[in-house]
């Protein structure tokens, strides 16, 4: 899967615009290849997190140039069917990351992050550098 394009996750997002690591020179690799995505779930997550009104409006000008996965009807039911499923065996999973890992599954992507519980999907595959 060397060339697949990468879900990046909220997580790994904020390592990126924090700097200075190596989980935000991979988003800058992945970014640089063409290779950096997000959904909506991960876009309102952003922008729920920034410190200011100036940041906020910038925040969309500056994830433009990225590859933009959307919820479908089918991704909500799926992720209705795997969130009904973790919670039967004793796991709760914030909803935003089901959604992430059912877009990034649909679409046939790799997820970035730095949230262990997403290894409680099954079926999800992890972009490993």
């Known amino acids: 899967m060397g060339n697949s394009n990468v879900l990046i996750d909220t997580s790994a997002w904020i390592e990126f ?5 190596r989980i935000a020179e ?4 992945l970014i640089k290849t063409g290779r950096a995505s ?3 779930v991960i876009y309102y997550e952003l922008l729920q997190g920034t410190k200011d ?3 906020a409006l910038g925040l969309p000008n500056a994830l433009s140039a990225l590859k933009y996965f959307e919820m479908t009807p089918d991704t909500w039911i799926q992720a209705g069917h795997v969130g009904a499923k973790l919670r039967r065996k ?3 999973l914030p909803m935003s990351d089901i959604l992430v890992g059912i877009v990034a599954m649909e679409r046939g992507l790799q997820v970035l ?3 262990k519980h997403f290894h409680s999907i099954a079926g999800l595959t992890f972009y490993k550098e």
């Open 90 to 92: 004793g796991i709760t």
């Open 38 to 40: 997000l959904c909506g």
């Open 113 to 115: 992050t730095l949230d």
């Open 17 to 21: 615009f924090r700097g200075h690591s």
């Open 26 to 29: 991979t988003v800058t690799s």
């Open 53 to 55: 009104e100036e940041e």
